[in-house]
């Protein structure tokens, strides 16, 4: 434990420290996290029900899924005061942002649309219906694909972003989650809930390559359930919350084979790495923390409690 | 015409076998009958010779002490400490069996205890619908019994009572195996924080 943290000390070079936000769906607050201290340094209120959280490439505006208020809440991530909301179409879930920062796509679970939306004139670009329950959302490197997947219809949708058409659909397991594009835009990641799986998808093919299935000794496969997931900038190795099975598996972006199943805390939803990428966060619905993993060394180095049912997690740019 | 097509190819896809596929089971969380330790315990899966080191007298009372919800996470993490400071690894690991063993099997008797009370509410829901169509008969009738009708009407508002009063409840009810399973995560964590190099450290 002491050399632990020895070695977890001696690591923390002094680099900049970046604030860490996550929302606690149920606390309907945000809590930020000094990434160096790992201390709990603030709390505000976000609206009903906060869950998907992103920010601007400037490290400047926080946007909100307030998902019962049916609106994207922006907030200053200096002052933590809402400075003004943005139209989100009803119970937005998870969303994400152009790489210019510039447009916000919003996956709408209730009324199975993609909303497009202009985040400086706060204006709804375009409506793209997709399948039944859309929930996660990626947008590729280059930014001309953005990816959503339906939670019922159990497909990755791919939207042009030029023309906000859908290009191609492609079937996954059930319960598709979440989906990530590695950083060279060649592969695309989705996490099936139901399914128990993450597929990984060709981008120009638009097929799936490779399925990677999870086993556990001493967990029950229904616990199993895959859902957030990261992948290092150099596409080595990805990282796969498996939600009620309180692990985080670690897998080899070549091979795709899991190296090792990390104990985080429970119900171990959506995951944000620092921007060095040496440490990874997990948010733990069930046991209200955050876990803080040492992507190099491979291990959980400290859950940290935040607010009632933590969901997303951001981290600040540098 | 694109968005119909796509709307033909999205009717076509699976249907999704959602929780609502159990009928008994009303809850919101998806239902998960047990619990399994790999979801607790950091360690490697604890063999037969702690399940039966779980069974000597002061690790299995120790156990009994612990999954009592009244003993705060602060106590029972004294508790633990306490125990730790003469306890192998092995007996810790024991001590954690004993303690998952216990919660285990009370949470499976609470789950199916949810199930009964989403039972009930399915039957007293049908002889709601019963009562309400009694109550259209007797008032459609060409002389209507009024005494009847006045008895009829007071049994409906008590079914109704007594079924608002259990689906608000519903919220606590669900949440019991949920508690049960932190309580049993914390006290996995705390006693893992005793393990000789141990992976999460309490908070």
């Given at each position: 434990?002491?050399?632990?943290?020895?070695?977890?000390?001696?690591?923390?070079?002094p680099a900049l420290a970046n604030k860490v936000f996550v929302s606690n769906?149920?606390g309907n607050d945000i809590t930020v996290l000094d990434s160096e201290t790992l201390e709990v340094i603030a709390t505000f209120p976000a609206g009903?029900?906060p869950?998907g959280i992103t920010i601007s490439p400037d490290g400047k505006e926080l946007y909100v899924c307030a998902?019962?208020d049916?609106t994207v809440r922006v907030f200053d991530t200096e002052t933590y005061q809402e400075t003004h909301t943005l139209?989100?179409?009803?119970?937005?879930?998870?969303f994400?942002l152009?790489p210019s920062g510039n447009?916000l796509?919003?996956?709408?679970?209730?009324?199975?649309?993609?909303?497009?939306?202009?985040v400086q004139?706060r204006?709804?670009?375009?409506?793209?219906?997709?399948?039944?329950?859309?929930?996660?959302?990626?947008?590729?490197?280059?930014?001309?694909?953005?990816?959503?997947?339906?939670?019922?219809?159990?497909?990755?949708?791919?939207?042009?972003?030029?023309?906000?058409?859908?290009?191609?659909?492609?079937?996954?397991?059930?319960?598709?989650?979440?989906?990530?594009?590695?950083?060279?835009?060649?592969?695309?990641?989705?996490?099936?809930?139901?399914?128990?799986?993450?597929?990984?998808?060709?981008?120009?093919?638009?097929?799936?390559?490779?399925?990677?299935?999870?086993?556990?000794?001493?967990?029950?496969?229904?616990?199993?359930?895959?859902?957030?997931?990261?992948?290092?900038?150099?596409?080595?190795?990805?990282?796969?919350?498996?939600?009620?099975?309180?692990?985080?598996?670690?897998?080899?972006?070549?091979?795709?084979?899991?190296?090792?199943?990390?104990?985080?805390?429970?119900?171990?939803?959506?995951?944000a790495f620092t921007p060095d990428?040496?440490l990874?966060f997990?948010t733990?619905?069930?046991?209200?923390?955050v876990?803080?993993?040492?992507?190099?060394?491979?291990?959980?180095?400290?859950?940290v409690?935040v607010g009632?049912?933590p969901?997303g997690i951001v981290v600040a740019p540098d | 015409?694109?968005?119909?097509?796509?709307?033909?190819?999205?009717?076509?896809?699976?249907?999704?076998?959602?929780?609502?596929?159990?009928?008994?089971?009303?809850?919101?969380?998806?239902?998960?009958?047990?619990?399994?330790?790999?979801?607790?315990?950091?360690?490697?899966?604890?063999?037969?010779?702690?399940?039966?080191?779980?069974?000597?007298?002061?690790?299995?009372?120790?156990?009994?002490?612990?999954?009592?919800?009244?003993?705060?996470?602060?106590?029972?993490?004294?508790?633990?400490?306490?125990?730790?400071?003469?306890?192998?690894?092995?007996?810790?690991?024991?001590?954690?069996?004993?303690?998952?063993?216990?919660?285990?099997?009370?949470?499976?008797?609470?789950?199916?205890?949810?199930?009964?009370?989403?039972?009930?509410?399915?039957?007293?829901?049908?002889?709601?619908?019963?009562?309400?169509?009694?109550?259209?008969?007797?008032?459609?009738?060409?002389?209507?019994?009024?005494?009847?009708?006045?008895?009829?009407?007071?049994?409906?508002?008590?079914?109704?009572?007594?079924?608002?009063?259990?689906?608000?409840?519903?919220?606590?009810?669900?949440?019991?195996?949920?508690?049960?399973?932190?309580?049993?995560?914390?006290?996995?964590?705390?006693?893992?924080?005793?393990?000789?190099?141990?992976?999460?450290?309490?908070?």
């Open positions: 434990m002491r050399l632990a943290l020895l070695s977890f000390l001696l690591l923390a070079q769906e149920k009903n029900r869950r998902s019962d049916d139209p989100s179409g009803p119970d937005p879930e998870l994400v152009h447009p796509y919003i996956a709408n679970e209730d009324d199975n649309l993609v909303t497009i939306v202009d004139t204006r709804v670009l375009a409506e793209v219906p997709v399948g039944v329950e859309p929930e996660g959302m990626a947008i590729s490197p280059d930014g001309a694909f953005v990816v959503n997947t339906s939670e019922t219809t159990n497909m990755a949708h791919f939207i042009d972003t030029a023309s906000s058409q859908i290009v191609a659909n492609v079937l996954v397991d059930q319960r598709p989650r979440y989906a990530q594009f590695t950083a060279d835009g060649k592969l695309l990641f989705v996490t099936a809930e139901i399914g128990g799986t993450v597929a990984v998808i060709d981008v120009a093919t638009k097929e799936v390559v490779h399925k990677i299935g999870f086993q556990i000794p001493g967990v029950l496969p229904e616990a199993i359930q895959p859902v957030g997931l990261k992948i290092t900038q150099d596409g080595s190795r990805v990282f796969v919350a498996l939600g009620p099975a309180n692990r985080v598996a670690v897998i080899d972006g070549t091979t795709f084979e899991v190296i090792d199943y990390l104990l985080v805390g429970q119900r171990v939803w959506q995951l990428e040496r990874l997990t733990n619905g069930n046991s209200n923390d876990s803080v993993i040492d992507v190099a060394a491979g291990k959980v180095i400290r859950s409690p009632q049912q969901w | 015409m694109k968005r119909l097509l796509l709307a033909a190819l999205l009717l076509s896809a699976p249907a999704i076998a959602g929780p609502s596929d159990d009928p008994s089971w009303p809850c919101i969380q998806r239902k998960q009958p047990h619990l399994s330790i790999g979801q607790l315990w950091p360690g490697p899966l604890p063999d037969d010779s702690a399940a039966e080191l779980a069974q000597r007298s002061d690790i299995a009372a120790l156990a009994q002490v612990l999954e009592q919800r009244r003993l705060s996470l602060p106590e029972a993490e004294a508790e633990i400490a306490a125990f730790a400071e003469r306890a192998s690894a092995e007996e810790l690991t024991a001590l954690f069996v004993a303690v998952f063993d216990r919660i285990d099997a009370y949470r499976s008797r609470i789950m199916s205890g949810v199930a009964r009370y989403a039972e009930k509410q399915v039957t007293l829901s049908a002889q709601i619908e019963a009562r309400r169509a009694e109550l259209t008969r007797l008032s459609a009738a060409a002389e209507p019994d009024f005494d009847k009708l006045d008895a009829e009407e007071a049994r409906l508002d008590w079914d109704v009572r007594i079924f608002t009063d259990r689906q608000s409840q519903l919220t606590y009810v669900c949440e019991t195996p949920v508690i049960l399973e932190q309580r049993a995560f914390a006290l996995g964590r705390a006693i893992a924080a005793h393990l000789p190099a141990t992976p999460i450290p309490a908070p």
